[in-house]
């Protein structure tokens, strides 16, 4: 079973508009770290917002907020008034078992914001 | 200054290669990791090494061994490249069970 779930592989959005991107997620550990990158074409990842498990409010930077529902095991990313330049790939991923083993990542949802 | 830097940005080289890729990082962070991206955009962590601990994934052949000199750097060997092995490296870096710091990739070509 797959670790993370991003069922939206492709989305366009009119420039300005607000954008989720969904991510559920599956683990039986009760620390746990969520965390979304944005992949523009050039190729780099750029660390975008992090929520943890124990958190009690939702995350937020800038534009970017994680809507955390912790009993659904979801944790999506909502940009506000979105621009040109938010157009990338979006990655969902965790963080088990204290970080030893990295982060799972979802599939990517591909955003393209449309003038 | 950049915070993780690898090299090279590119690679290409030829099958039964022995090639390498370094990593460096000057965030003082604890852990360093390498992932590898497919051509669909997977993901999947390969290492992660935390003070000299060293956690593999299982799914990663033996060809591909991480070498850690010193705290603020993870270079990776590959022995005997294929043409499967054909994917963009990512090393990162983070204090421990936090967020990671991602290098630019490192796009491996293997003819």
């Known amino acids: 079973a797959q670790k993370i779930t991003q069922t939206q592989p492709g989305m366009f959005v009119q420039e300005k508009e607000a954008v989720t991107l969904d991510c559920t997620y599956d683990?039986?550990?009760?620390?746990?770290?969520l965390f979304w990158y944005k992949q523009p074409s050039s190729g780099e990842m750029i660390f975008l917002i992090y929520?943890?498990?124990?958190?009690?409010q939702n995350a937020t930077e800038g534009r970017y907020s994680l809507n955390f529902q912790k009993a659904r095991k979801s944790a999506n990313l909502v940009i506000s008034a979105s621009q040109l330049g938010d157009s990338a790939m979006y990655f969902c991923?965790?963080?088990?078992?204290?970080?030893?083993?990295?982060?799972?990542f979802g599939k990517g949802t591909h955003l393209i914001i449309q003038p | 200054d950049t915070a993780v830097s690898q090299t090279p940005k590119y690679l290409v080289t030829q099958m039964g290669n022995d090639k390498s890729i370094k990593c460096e990082q000057n965030?003082?962070?604890?852990?360093m990791y390498w992932y590898k991206q497919d051509s669909k955009k997977f993901l999947k962590i390969m290492f992660s090494?935390?003070?000299?601990?060293?956690?593999i994934n299982e799914t990663v052949p033996n060809r591909f061994s991480p070498k850690s000199p010193d705290k603020a750097h993870l270079n990776l060997h590959i022995n005997s490249l294929e043409l499967g092995d054909s994917a963009v490296y990512f090393c990162?870096?983070?204090?421990?069970?936090?967020?990671?710091?991602f290098g630019p990739g490192t796009r491996l070509t293997v003819t």
């Open positions: 090494y935390n003070n000299k601990e060293l956690i």
């Open positions: 990162a870096s983070s204090p421990f069970g936090y967020e990671q710091y």
């Open positions: 965030l003082g962070h604890d852990t």
């Open positions: 929520q943890g498990s124990y958190d009690e």
């Open positions: 991923a965790m963080r088990e078992k204290g970080g030893a083993d990295g982060l799972t």
């Open positions: 683990t039986s550990d009760q620390s746990y770290g």
